[in-house]
């Protein structure tokens, strides 16, 4: 009999895929490994989306930025391009009234490579020389984006929309941790973040485990992963056992099936 499916996304974004990997037949198991939450001040975010229109592109790294933004937008003004780096994205966008039926939306033409680099390769970078480009993003976060829209000559602003954070390591967070460690399942990470904030937990647990090694338990676990990026830090973690998918929920979920 299979394992659990361990979503490890932010909780909004965890329980429509739970649900999805639940009517598959499968075990869904939600351990969040990051938290979303809100900034203390929202006025500057407010500022920004308050003169969309002075912007030529707005570009979105996560589907938490946009749900943070579109809490503060009412109506997307025409003519202002948005460039989203995955699937999830476009569905977040979707969920607000946003697709291409109605805007120009960029996304990275192979959906195994959603990242920033391919997000840059998908764009006409020349037609922004001298244009306004907006990156909404959380509060920290790779420079990659902004520095390639610059080197083409856009006049970059970035904006703050949400925080994240790694949980804290509760004695309840700990007690399902290792129990989802103690048998072999199917973890599906989608963020960098995520999985090296896990291991920093591992870690900090295993100081106080009595000699059990949760690290070496977390590298014999199978991880479905949509972007190389993702892969290439789990293989320098100790992690082997994986699936590469590319964006969007139905191939993570096809990956599953897939599964012996």
Same mark, same amino acid.
């Given at each position: ?51 969309? =229109? ?41 969920? =607000? ?20 680099? =391919? ?142």
């Amino acid at each position: 009999m299979p394992g659990a499916v361990v979503i490890t996304r932010p909780l909004a974004q965890a329980l429509p895929l739970a649900e999805r990997v639940t009517a598959l037949g499968r075990r869904a198991e939600v351990l969040p490994l990051l938290d979303i939450s809100p900034l203390p001040d929202t006025g500057p975010l407010r500022a920004v989306l308050g003169r969309l =229109h002075e912007f030529a592109l707005v570009a979105f790294v996560s589907p938490n930025a946009i749900d943070a933004a579109f809490a503060h937008i009412t109506e997307w003004p025409a003519g202002v391009t948005l460039a989203v780096v995955g699937e999830g994205s476009r569905a977040a966008l979707a969920a =607000h009234g946003i697709n291409a039926g109605n805007a120009d939306i960029v996304s990275p033409l192979d959906p195994v490579h959603s990242d920033s680099e =391919h997000l840059l390769q998908a764009l006409d970078l020349a037609a922004l020389n001298g244009k306004q480009v907006l990156i909404v993003r959380g509060e920290a976060g790779r420079e990659l984006m902004g520095d390639g829209f610059r080197a083409a000559g856009a006049h970059v602003t970035a904006v703050a929309a949400y925080r994240r954070s790694v949980p804290a390591l509760t004695p309840g967070f700990e007690a399902r941790l290792r129990d989802l460690l103690a048998a072999p399942n199917d973890w599906i990470v989608t963020s960098s973040e995520a999985l090296r904030g896990l291991f920093v937990l591992l870690e900090e647990m295993g100081c106080s485990a009595g000699g059990e090694d949760v690290v070496a338990k977390m590298q014999q676990q199978h991880l479905i992963v949509p972007h190389a990026r993702i892969a290439e830090t789990a293989r320098q973690l100790g992690l082997f056992r994986m699936t590469l998918t590319g964006s969007g929920d139905d191939r993570l979920l096809a990956a599953l099936q897939s599964r012996p």
